[in-house]
């Protein structure tokens, strides 16, 4: 007998026929003798539909209220996924998140978990009732409602497994894993049996949108074994863990990220302490610096240029709109049409010409390399975003084929 905590997204509950599938799941593993909490997120596109209708009264609502109706979502899905396990006969009881204890920060729209308390869990568990909580929620210390960003669901979930100490966190999804590229993309994309954490988070963070990056990032630090799985197809998904089966594979997977903008600082003078003033001003801001490239000085002038994500482009102008009058750059130019490709694998920390391969695949599919950044497990490049979805597949050929 143990803990399992399963966690449903979206799509996996989005009608009538799909939540008695997954009743059918939770119940199942009810049976093998096991305490449940399913994790759900909301039905569909709900959230997407929620977040239309608000803008339809009011263009800026505040983020609490945003919260307020974000929130319904999950507790939909949790009610009548409740209601799924009821007609079929079993104990079952649904939770919002502040009932299920999770106290968060007070950052409305991407709140921090601070603790989950979880007494009341654990009571429910002891009544041997079959736990359904809401996902993406919790409350702050003024008891106001407050989500996690989206796709937070994932984050609640493993927040409950190591809360719990439960034996395994089950991620159940639309696809059945995780795999070495988008298969929507790259066709002969493979799914890999395990991946440790460290590149399951690199692989989150640079745009394969499998799981939450937060969420990997939670059962690192907790040592909660994750699972990927298909909740249409009963078979082993992939599991994400500390330490993997030692294996050949050179690296884990390539990914793209469309979310991205590269700003460019030019003629910056070439004296000590530009850089530090111009990254300080997007820092003053809280604007998230990605790939940065300096080229050498010529004339007495350099060029400094960093991505940013799209959603912080405005921002980043607005912060460094007087640089030219202030620090005598020349201008600042700003270029959308760009992805980050990245490839992660621990692997290559301890092989040689993984990079050089990686640019030989460009270069045969002719691809430009604008900006080039790596660490010990991952290289990312930036190019043109017309050749992104090239780009992948020539770069998964390269490796797995
Ligand atoms: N419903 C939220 C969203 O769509 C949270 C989640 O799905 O994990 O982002
Ligand atoms: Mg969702």
């Known amino acids: 007998m143990g803990i399992v905590v399963q966690k449903f997204g979206g799509t996996s509950v989005r009608d009538k026929e799909r939540l008695f599938n997954v009743a059918r799941i939770i119940t199942e593993t009810y049976e093998q003798s096991n305490s449940v909490v399913a994790v759900v997120s909301a039905q569909g596109d709900t959230t997407d539909d929620l977040i239309e209708k608000a803008a339809e009264i009011n263009p800026s609502p505040s983020k609490r209220e945003m919260d307020v109706l974000l929130s319904t979502g999950e507790q939909i899905s ?191 003078p070439d004296v000590p302490g530009m850089a530090f003033k111009l990254f300080s001003m997007l820092a003053a801001r809280k604007i998230n610096v990605d790939i940065i490239l300096q080229s050498i000085g010529r004339d007495g002038t350099k060029d400094i240029s960093f991505t940013v994500a799209l959603s912080q482009k405005q921002l980043a102008l607005d912060a460094l709109k007087d640089i030219c009058s202030s620090m005598g750059v020349q201008e600042i130019v700003c270029d959308d049409d760009v992805s980050k490709v990245s490839i992660v694998g621990a692997g290559m920390q301890t092989n040689s010409g993984v990079a050089s391969r990686m640019f030989e695949a460009l270069g045969e599919a002719n691809i430009n390399i604008q900006m080039i950044s790596t660490s010990e497990i991952k290289i990312s490049v930036l190019i043109e975003r017309a050749d992104s979805k090239r780009a992948l597949s020539a770069i998964h050929d390269a490796f797995f084929d």
């Open 78 to 268: 949790i009610s009548l996924l409740a209601m799924a396990i009821e007609a079929m006969g079993y104990p079952v009881k649904s939770l919002t998140g502040w009932q299920a204890g999770f106290f968060t920060d007070s950052n409305c729209g991407s709140a921090r978990i601070h603790r989950v308390d979880t007494e009341r869990l654990e009571n429910e568990l002891g009544k041997n009732n079959i736990v359904i909580v809401a996902g993406f929620q919790g409350i702050n210390k003024y008891d106001d409602i407050t989500t996690l960003g989206r796709g937070g669901s994932d984050t609640s979930a493993v927040a409950i497994a190591a809360a719990l100490k439960a034996d395994v966190c089950q991620i159940f999804t639309d696809v059945d894993g995780v795999y070495t590229a988008d298969p929507r993309i790259v066709r002969n994309a493979k799914r890999l049996d395990e991946i440790t954490y460290d590149e399951m988070i690199e692989l989150a963070t640079l745009g394969a949108q499998v799981l939450h990056n937060r969420s990997v990032e939670l059962a690192k630090k907790y040592n909660v074994e994750l699972e990927v799985l298909s909740s249409l197809e009963r078979k082993p998904g992939t599991k994400v863990k500390e330490v993997v089966k030692v294996e050949k594979m050179l690296i884990k997977g390539v990914a793209k990220d469309d979310d991205v903008c590269r700003i460019s600082a030019i003629g910056v």
